[in-house]
């Protein structure tokens, strides 16, 4: 075996900081374990999470590949010892507990997923990460049903992109969402927003309080955080949820919780990386059955949108396009 069969290119962040930290290196190839496959990335997604681990506020699990990346499609290289159902040459997306920024990645068998028929890899790359994160809130914690009103936060992003499309194709709306400026209010709307509130221009509590004749929404997906928790509250009708992924603008506010007792309201929140190997197994079995079909039954209606794509050595081109916050739907990095 030459030296070129063990090692390979990734995405070092050092200690962490600014984007600037992030360079391209040589280190060991990953090895699988029996239940793993190694990948051969093609493309890997890059999320908000990512940029957090870089600036040292998203350790990864001590078990898991201090390579930044949660989610990747390539081809299958190798296969674990107990490991059925994959070969080695098949195309697969998949969820990643880290080491997506490389040239090869392992992830555990049952957190990995074809490459829905009508996708290439690079739209796959897309996937694991947002739509995991949206079904296993949305729909599995929210217990979202067809006819439903939902209001997605941070609508352009790649979760917004995803929960609006997802929302659109299991029958839920209206769909309203929020973002920061008309490009992006009619992005939203081309993907099946009912109504796209700017928060720059309008209080959307109140927005949402005129939308629905004072009814409320029965979902909200949030991301914000601190300075949204009471206005959530106020957006949500009697019986409604809030899913909470995330709280990027603050965890702490004072709130005045008569509104959620009194309207039997359903605060849920959970994180996808810090779930166990099993519950990824069992959000990831969810998707193959319930939502991998409706790629090719509704073509249209269910595909990543693309904002831009970086070669892996320009992965910090990537962040810096993140944090800005300028782009709809998803950024991608080119590996292979």
């Given at each position: 075996m030459s030296i070129a069969d063990t090692t390979m290119h990734a995405i070092d962040h050092g200690g962490g900081g600014p984007p600037e930290v992030l360079r391209l290196t040589e280190m060991p190839r990953p090895v699988p374990g029996e239940r793993d496959l190694l990948i051969e990335v093609h493309y890997a997604g890059v999320n908000r999470p990512d940029v957090l681990q870089r600036s040292g506020k998203y350790p990864p699990p001590s078990d898991a590949s201090p390579v930044m990346g949660l989610e990747v499609a390539g081809r299958v290289v190798a296969v674990g010892a107990s490991v059925t159902g994959w070969s080695v040459g098949d195309a697969v997306c998949s969820l990643a507990p880290g080491g997506g920024y490389a040239e090869f990645c392992v992830v555990p068998a049952e957190h990995a997923l074809p490459v829905p028929e009508g996708l290439t890899l690079r739209e796959a790359a897309c996937l694991?990460?947002?739509?995991?994160?949206?079904?296993?809130?949305?729909?599995?914690?929210?217990?979202?049903?067809?006819?439903?009103?939902?209001?997605?936060?941070?609508?352009?992003?790649?979760?917004?992109?995803?929960?609006?499309?997802?929302?659109?194709?299991?029958?839920?709306?209206?769909?309203?969402?929020?973002?920061?400026?008309?490009?992006?209010?009619?992005?939203?709307?081309?993907?099946?927003?009912?109504?796209?509130?700017?928060?720059?221009?309008?209080?959307?509590?109140?927005?949402?309080?005129?939308?629905?004749?004072?009814?409320?929404?029965?979902?909200?997906?949030?991301?914000?955080?601190?300075?949204?928790?009471q206005r959530n509250l106020d957006c949500c009708a009697a019986d409604g949820r809030i899913a909470q992924i995330a709280f990027q603008q603050g965890a702490r506010a004072e709130l005045n919780l008569q509104g959620l007792m009194m309207k039997r309201l359903t605060w849920t929140g959970s994180t996808l990386r810090a779930r166990s190997r099993a519950h990824k197994a069992g959000i990831a079995a969810e998707l193959r059955t319930r939502v991998w079909p409706r790629f090719s039954e509704n073509p249209n209606a269910l595909r990543p949108h693309i904002h831009a794509e970086f070669p892996l050595a320009a992965a910090a081109e990537a962040h810096r396009m993140m944090e800005a916050g300028e782009h709809v739907g998803k950024i991608v990095l080119r590996v292979r």
């Amino acid at each position: 075996m030459s030296i070129a069969d063990t090692t390979m290119h990734a995405i070092d962040h050092g200690g962490g900081g600014p984007p600037e930290v992030l360079r391209l290196t040589e280190m060991p190839r990953p090895v699988p374990g029996e239940r793993d496959l190694l990948i051969e990335v093609h493309y890997a997604g890059v999320n908000r999470p990512d940029v957090l681990q870089r600036s040292g506020k998203y350790p990864p699990p001590s078990d898991a590949s201090p390579v930044m990346g949660l989610e990747v499609a390539g081809r299958v290289v190798a296969v674990g010892a107990s490991v059925t159902g994959w070969s080695v040459g098949d195309a697969v997306c998949s969820l990643a507990p880290g080491g997506g920024y490389a040239e090869f990645c392992v992830v555990p068998a049952e957190h990995a997923l074809p490459v829905p028929e009508g996708l290439t890899l690079r739209e796959a790359a897309c996937l694991p990460e947002t739509f995991m994160t949206v079904w296993a809130n949305v729909f599995m914690r929210a217990q979202a049903r067809s006819g439903e009103s939902i209001l997605i936060h941070g609508g352009a992003s790649g979760i917004g992109s995803a929960a609006i499309q997802l929302a659109r194709v299991f029958g839920l709306g209206p769909v309203y969402v929020t973002c920061g400026d008309a490009r992006k209010q009619d992005y939203c709307r081309t993907l099946g927003a009912t109504e796209a509130i700017n928060y720059r221009q309008e209080d959307f509590a109140e927005r949402i309080r005129a939308l629905t004749g004072g009814g409320g929404v029965d979902i909200v997906l949030d991301m914000v955080g601190a300075p949204y928790f009471q206005r959530n509250l106020d957006c949500c009708a009697a019986d409604g949820r809030i899913a909470q992924i995330a709280f990027q603008q603050g965890a702490r506010a004072e709130l005045n919780l008569q509104g959620l007792m009194m309207k039997r309201l359903t605060w849920t929140g959970s994180t996808l990386r810090a779930r166990s190997r099993a519950h990824k197994a069992g959000i990831a079995a969810e998707l193959r059955t319930r939502v991998w079909p409706r790629f090719s039954e509704n073509p249209n209606a269910l595909r990543p949108h693309i904002h831009a794509e970086f070669p892996l050595a320009a992965a910090a081109e990537a962040h810096r396009m993140m944090e800005a916050g300028e782009h709809v739907g998803k950024i991608v990095l080119r590996v292979r």
